[in-house]
T-cell receptor, first 111, second 115 residues
Framework: LAKTTQPISMDSYEGQEVNITCSHN???????ITWYQQFPSQGPRFIIQ???TKVTNEVASLFIPADRKSSTLSLPRVSLSDTAVYYC????????????FGKGTMLLVSP | GAVVSQHPSWVICKSGTSVKIECRSL??????MFWYRQFPKQSLMLMAT?????????EQGVEKDKFLINHASLTLSTLTVTSAHPEDSSFYIC???????????FGPGTRLTVL
């Protein structure tokens, strides 16, 4: 299972763009990169998933360089409600594949 | 995305009693369900993986006789914490995946407090 490294915490202000980078140097060829968001006392919520290049959905963008050894989650114009822990996971997310959660990044958005 | 529910959302019990937590996939068939435990200010830790109709696979250090997992159908898995003690107090989260999905769908979690 590919190990991931993220910053422990980040601070931002409302309206700013936030970029959280994750390192995964030993990512395997068949691995996908998925980001989850978790609020206190709730289960993780899927944000975005990608394999290579750039993926964008209604809430975030995911940038993956050609070597796939890192990825960056970009949250445009964050609000107070984006304060949460963000987890970067690498692996095959279907069937019997297990996931290993790292420590995640605690994002604090201030007014 | 697909929906996974857990019941109960929270439970308080006395030390020595057993507690059952249900995990259901509401709109898809989950061939595999996973059980995680999360202590305060820590990350999720995988406890076990269960496949429908077969015995669960437990992670190292997780007592299979204490944490009984049953995955009797493609939409339901249960975790029973037997003879619970205060150190078992934690947030228990399940997730589910189907064979055709490239995503794990997480439940809302169950807060267990053992007095």
């Amino acid at each position: 299972l590919a190990k991931t490294t993220q910053p422990i915490s980040m601070d931002s202000y409302e309206g700013q763009e936030v970029n959280i980078t994750c390192s995964h140097n030993n990512i395997a060829t068949n691995d996908y990169i998925t980001w989850y968001q978790q609020f206190p006392s709730q289960g993780p919520r899927f944000i975005i998933q990608g394999y290579k290049t750039k993926v964008t959905n209604e809430v975030a963008s995911l940038f993956i360089p050609a070597d796939r050894k890192s990825s960056t989650l970009s949250l445009p114009r964050v609000s107070l409600s984006d304060t949460a822990v963000y987890y970067c996971l690498v692996g095959q997310f279907s069937g019997y594949s297990t996931l290993t959660f790292g420590k995640g990044t605690m994002l604090l958005v201030s007014p | 995305g697909a929906v996974v529910s857990q019941h109960p959302s929270w439970v308080i019990c006395k030390s020595g009693t057993s507690v059952k937590i249900e995990c259901r996939s509401l709109d898809f068939q989950a061939t595999t369900m996973f059980w995680y435990r999360q202590f305060p200010k820590q990350s999720l830790m995988l406890m076990a993986t269960s496949n429908e109709g077969s015995k669960a696979t437990y992670e190292q250090g997780v007592e299979k006789d204490k944490f009984l997992i049953n995955h009797a159908s493609l939409t339901l898995s249960t975790l029973t914490v037997t003879s619970a003690h205060p150190e078992d107090s934690s947030f228990y989260i399940c997730s589910a995946s189907g064979t055709s999905d490239n995503e794990q769908f997480f439940g809302p979690g169950t807060r267990l407090t053992v007095l």
